[in-house]
C-alpha cells in the first residue's frame, strides 16, 4: 500500500457488504484503504459487474470480481477482469501499471 | 524355527488380533488436510492459490496411502481387517478429491462473462459510496491522482 500511494495512486475496494462488515474486515487484515458499501449494487450495476443470483444471502447481487486502473482525469486506462473468483491479480501487477501512468 | 513359528501365525490369526490397518484412517485423514489447509492456509501465497502446488500433491498421497488401505483390506485379509472400512474410506478420499479438483479448475469458473459495459467503460461512471468509518467518498474528490477502483465478491 505504501507503494501505491508513493506512486500519487489510491485504492478504492467496493462490495456489497455493509460498512459494519467492512470495518470488520478492514480490522481483521489491517486495510489502511477505503472499502466501499454498495449495499443496492448500484454502482457495481454501472460498472455492469452484477453477479446475478450468486449472493447466498439474498437482497442484492453481489460483484464479480474486477479491477480498474483510473488516470488523474477519471479515465479507466487499464482493467482486469477475471474468469475466475479464485484466482487474484497481483499486487505487483498494479503498481507496475500505475507507474506507467503520468 | 522362529520362521516357521511366524508362518505359522500367519495362517491361524483369529479376527480379533488380525493387525490393524492404520492407512484406513490416515489416507482420507491426509487427503482432508490437504483439501482444507488450501483453504484455511496455503491461498494465502498467491503461488500457492493460483495453482495448489502443494495441496494437490497432498490430497494425491492421501489417496495412494488409501489404496494401500485397499489393498491390504482385500489382498492380504488374512492379515488385515476391515475390508468395509477400507471401501468406505477410499469413497470418502475419492469424492473428496474429486471436490477439491472441481473447485479449482470448475466450480471458481463460475463468473458471468464479461459485460459490454465494462467492455466499454472508457470513463469511470461517478458515485459516491459509504467507506467502513460512515464516511462519504466521492469519486471525483480523487481527480488529480491515480486510482485502482477494484470490485470484490464481499460477505468474507
Given amino acids: 500500500m505504501d507503494e501505491i500511494r508513493a506512486l500519487d495512486s489510491e485504492v478504492l475496494a467496493i462490495s456489497v457488504d455493509s460498512p459494519e462488515q467492512s470495518r470488520k474486515l478492514a480490522a481483521k487484515k489491517r486495510l489502511s484503504f477505503s472499502l466501499l458499501s454498495d449495499p443496492e449494487a448500484q454502482v457495481i450495476e454501472l460498472f455492469g459487474l452484477r453477479h446475478p443470483g450468486a449472493n447466498p444471502m439474498g437482497e442484492a447481487d453481489i460483484a464479480r470480481p474486477a479491477t480498474f486502473i483510473l488516470d488523474r482525469e477519471g479515465h479507466i486506462v487499464w482493467k482486469i477482469i477475471p474468469d475466475n473468483w479464485r484466482i487474484r491479480i497481483r499486487p505487483q501487477t498494479l503498481i507496475d501499471q500505475l507507474g506507467l501512468i503520468e | ?156
Wanted: hydrophobic fraction near 50%; glycine fraction near 6%.
Fill in chain 2, 1 to 156: 524355527m522362529s520362521l516357521e513359528n511366524k508362518k505359522s501365525a500367519v495362517s491361524v490369526t483369529p479376527l480379533s488380533i488380525r493387525m490393524r490397518n492404520h492407512s484406513v484412517w490416515l489416507g482420507p485423514l491426509i487427503v482432508f488436510l490437504g483439501a482444507v489447509s488450501y483453504f484455511i492456509y496455503f491461498a494465502q501465497f498467491p503461488v500457492l492459490r493460483d495453482f495448489p502446488w502443494i495441496n494437490f500433491p497432498v490430497v494425491l498421497l492421501g489417496c495412494w496411502v488409501n489404496l494401500i488401505a485397499i489393498k491390504r483390506a482385500f489382498g492380504r485379509s488374512d492379515l488385515y481387517r476391515g475390508k468395509l472400512m477400507a471401501a468406505l474410506s477410499m469413497a470418502f478420499s475419492i469424492l473428496l478429491t474429486a471436490l477439491f479438483a472441481s473447485y479449482i479448475g470448475y466450480i471458481s469458473y463460475q463468473l458471468p462473462a464479461p459485460t459490454e459495459t465494462t467492455q466499454g467503460l472508457s470513463i469511470a461512471p461517478e458515485f459516491v459510496l459509504s467507506d467502513q468509518n460512515g464516511q462519504e467518498v466521492d469519486l471525483s474528490d480523487f481527480r488529480g491522482k491515480k486510482l485502482i477502483v477494484t470490485f470484490y465478491r464481499g460477505h468474507w
